[in-house]
């Protein structure tokens, strides 16, 4: 069980990192870099920061990735042992970082991912140890480069099929593989957890104007405006659909 001690001990580890990263000091900004960095609300930043909550192991391996100049590796930010990486590689041709023990990106196309519930996926981020795709009734073989942490779902409802055939289109039925490790970037597709509903959308991810935005590809459903509380849970990075 994580105790207060735990948790203390993370967030000071965790603030040595991001000072050595050079990320903006408490009151300047940085839960707003955290925030966006890492696709979590500011209020999700904060409980790293302040020692009220652990990063499931999917983020961890995320922050590391992101950090991977400062040298520190997860066990460190768990237990505080070790500090640096023993063996960190760049793979150039996906610019993942590979890290012992740590992120485990494959080039290995018939990699299983385990096919989850939309419910186990709104919980897959707050697990420290997320499960092998042994664990799982259904793997799938994903043939695209991803983390030991992607895992599959199946579309439900229309929201993302569009009307126009020049678009990309998801309908339902079609599986798609998320990766929690992958850069959330503008337009991409992702895995969303409501804070209000509770509900776990997919949806494209937009930012403007200094706001960021859930919009579906169906034009019959309104556009989301996220608000700190939303959970991004992963992105999409490829799919499968039976002729």
Known sequence: MVTYDDKEAFSNRFIEILDKAGIPPKGKGRL??????????DKGARKWVEGEAIPGMAKLAVIVAKFESTGATVEYLLTGNPLYAPDVICNKSTQDIKEKTNIEYTPDN??????????QAGEWHEAIDTHMPGDYEINLPC???HSKHTFALKVKGDSMTSPYPSQHNYPEGTIIYVDPCK????GCRVIAKLPESNEVTFKEYHEDGGKRYLKPLNPQYQLQE??????LCGVIIGQFKAE
């Open 143 to 145: 043939p695209i480069t």
């Open 226 to 231: 996220i608000s700190d509380d939303t959970i």
């Open 110 to 119: 018939k990699a299983l991912v385990p096919l989850i519930s939309w419910v």
């Open 32 to 41: 707003r870099v955290l925030s966006k960095m890492f696709g979590v609300s």
């Open 183 to 186: 850069q959330l970037t503008n």
